[in-house]
């Protein structure tokens, strides 16, 4: 009777988290997004399906252009670029090199105070176009907004290690444990064993899972096309301004044509979406 019980309560423990899923596939399948990156070059390297390796990812991308727009700013702001060994104009003195929830702090941090620095001396920016330095601006903030967003996912997974990173400094995590803040345990953690491995990952729902991953897909390139379809019909399309000062008709082609294509997708995953969760409804319905 007990093991009849404890089945009895997986399935429906199943069922419920199958039930839960397909809630969040539709309310995503709410909108389509399709973004046209324009790229200086690629490496066609596939990206890593773990969280902590994306996060990682992520985080260097946002390191990088912190540095890079140190030291173009400081160059038209006091003449002069920071060597690599001394601390850069932006981002600053790096204490969290890693990839979890005190390094998402620090680089929202410094993209803030950068931003704050590129608008008071904006009239030194004299070799630098307005557009340049608005779309400059607007990438600081897209860090700022994709990073509060990973700090948040990160906050609710995190809770006990953050208790020790509210202290100054904070205490080193207990054995047995990895502070993913830490660059070197990052390293660490990419040449484990996928066994080995498995025990520090982040437990994420599918939602939580596909923010990180859009976050790695965009990052901090240069978006010049994109298009947002609701499935009430409206239909919104936005054009960087440099590219409509220049635009190129096979990059409009092109975008043009993943949007016909994605829309096809799209409505073919919602139907199978939408008759699985009929299925599961019947089912649930059937063991009420």
Request: proline share 3%.
């Amino acid at each position: 009777m007990a093991q009849e019980n404890e089945r009895q309560g997986a399935i429906e423990r199943s069922l419920q988290r199958a039930n839960e899923l397909v809630r969040t596939t539709i309310y995503d399948l709410t909108h389509l997004e399709i973004n046209t990156i324009v790229k200086d070059e690629m490496n066609a390297s596939k990206a890593p399906d773990n969280a902590w390796l994306l996060l990682n990812s992520i985080a260097a991308k946002f390191h990088k252009k912190l540095k890079d727009y140190g030291n173009k700013y400081q160059e038209e702001i006091e003449g002069k670029v920071s060597l690599d060994n001394e601390i850069n104009y932006f981002r600053g003195e790096v204490v969290y090199g890693g990839c979890s929830y005190l390094s998402f702090i620090e680089l929202i941090e410094r993209a803030k105070s950068a931003i704050t620095t590129i608008r008071e001396h904006k009239s030194q920016s004299v070799n630098l176009g307005e557009d340049e330095v608005n779309a400059d601006i607007k990438m600081l903030e897209r860090i700022i907004t994709i990073s509060k967003d990973l700090r948040n996912i990160l906050q609710t997974k995190e809770k006990q290690r953050l208790k020790r990173g509210d202290e100054k400094p904070p205490r080193p995590a207990p054995p047995g444990e990895l502070d993913f803040d830490i660059y070197d345990n990052v390293k660490k953690f990419r040449t484990m064993t996928a066994r080995e491995a498995e025990k520090y990952d982040l437990d994420l729902d599918l939602r939580q899972m596909m923010v990180i991953q859009k976050a790695n897909d965009v990052g901090t390139e240069r978006v010049v096309l994109q298009t947002i379809i609701g499935l009430d019909g409206d239909v919104t399309t936005r054009i960087s301004q440099s590219f409509v000062n220049d635009p190129v008709p096979f990059v409009l082609d092109m975008h043009q044509n993943a949007t016909s294509t994605s829309v096809e997708f799209w409505n073919n995953l919602v139907n199978i979406v939408v008759d699985f969760g009929k299925q599961l409804l019947r089912v649930i319905g059937g063991k009420s």
